[in-house]
T-cell receptor, first 116, second 111 residues
């Protein structure tokens, strides 16, 4: 158990709909990352938040957005869903310890999104 | 970030050491080598990381060559539960944000 929690575990919805995925980082971790893993693409970095602010963007579609709240949990919003958005969505969290030159990301169990 | 090259699959007998190679010939001095694994469709699990020196923890050992262009992850006594996709990732000290997950190596541990 990494200490990162994600809800829901499974989500089935229809094309054109909007969904929200939730992530709670490990206690004390300030950074939250979102990744998408589809069958033919492998793990793709989407976006990172650090202490409530967006820090970096990867291959995130304009239909997708995220935010990190004051309690450090994060939500990934996916709208106008298409069949191709069906994938596993992982959240990871990390903290850079004082004096350390790197940090380690710990991943949650993921949310499996199926768009019909 | 430097990219990595890993064999697509490897077999290992249960109880034997599994040695998983990774080439990162374009690695630069400030880039770390990280290893993660993913069992079936679970979240990737952190294994170990290093910069220049060899590292060991309760899960595995990481051997990095002197020129840092390649590394080997060693699972000393593989079990069936070690069957997974293993990812070697190179990450910049100055670009903490992104992990580039390549295709990884599917390790099959056989009884």
């Amino acid at each position: 158990d990494s200490g990162v929690t994600q809800t829901p575990k499974h989500l089935i919805t229809a094309t054109g709909q909007r969904v929200t995925l939730r992530c709670s980082p490990r206690s004390g971790d300030l950074s939250v990352y979102w990744y998408q893993q589809s069958l033919d693409q492998g793990l793709q970095f989407l976006i990172q938040y650090y202490n409530g602010e967006e820090r970096a963007k990867g291959n995130i579609l304009e239909r997708f957005s995220a935010q990190q709240f004051p309690d450090l949990h994060s939500e990934l919003n996916l709208s106008s869903l298409e069949l191709g958005d069906s994938a596993l969505y992982f959240c990871a969290s990390s903290v850079r310890k004082a004096g350390a030159s790197t940090d380690t990301q710990y991943f949650g169990p993921g949310t499996r999104l199926t768009v019909l | 970030d430097a990219k990595t090259t890993q064999p697509p699959s490897m077999d290992c007998a249960e109880g034997r050491a599994a040695n998983l190679p990774c080439n990162h010939s374009t690695i630069s001095g400030n880039e770390y080598v990280y290893w993660y694994r993913q069992i079936h469709s679970q979240g990737p699990q952190y294994i170990i990381h290093g910069l220049k020196n060899n590292e060991t923890n309760e899960m595995a050992s990481l051997i990095i060559t002197e020129d840092r262009k390649s590394s080997t992850l060693i699972l000393p006594h593989a079990t069936l539960r070690d069957t997974a996709v293993y990812y070697c990732i190179v990450r910049s000290l100055y670009n903490f944000n992104k992990f580039y997950f390549g295709s990884g190596t599917k390790l099959n541990v056989k009884p």
